[in-house]
């Protein structure tokens, strides 16, 4: 199996920064893409920011209410990705989530590649 544990959520004032990151274990065979997503209530869950695994840093992709504020990057020899928070606003008030698209033995399946998503974790921005 494969579990991702997130880090790194809090209370921050606006203009303030924070460091999430996230960690993957587990009976990992491959990490390709990685990611943060977040969610308020009665809202749909949205791409924060995405990262390929590619042959160096990889490629990202943000969203538009985070570019130039938010800094996403991974470790591959550790299995973790980090999303660094600049300039926060209290829009950015949202449970965080990791995300990974991971290829695993999976006992008695055999080789098989799925998304995993971490438990989530609160980012509160406020005054």
């Known amino acids: 199996q494969v579990q991702l544990v997130e880090s790194g959520g809090g209370l921050v004032q606006p203009g303030g920064s924070l460091r999430l990151s996230c960690a993957a274990s587990g009976s990992i065979f491959s990490i390709y893409g990685m990611g943060w997503y977040r969610q308020t209530p009665g809202k749909e869950r949205e791409l924060v920011a995405v990262?390929?695994?590619?042959?160096?840093?990889?490629?990202?992709n943000y969203a538009d209410p985070v570019k130039g504020r938010f800094t996403v990057s991974r470790d591959n020899a550790k299995n973790t990705v980090d999303l660094q928070m600049n300039r926060l606003k209290p829009e950015d008030t949202a449970v965080y989530y990791c995300?990974?698209?991971?290829?695993?033995?999976?006992?008695?399946?055999?080789?098989?590649?799925?998304?995993?998503w971490g438990q989530g974790t609160q980012v509160t921005v406020s005054s």
């Open positions: 990262i390929t695994s590619g042959g160096g840093a990889g490629s990202t």
């Open positions: 995300k990974a698209n991971v290829g695993a033995i999976v006992p008695g399946r055999g080789f098989r590649r799925d998304d995993y």
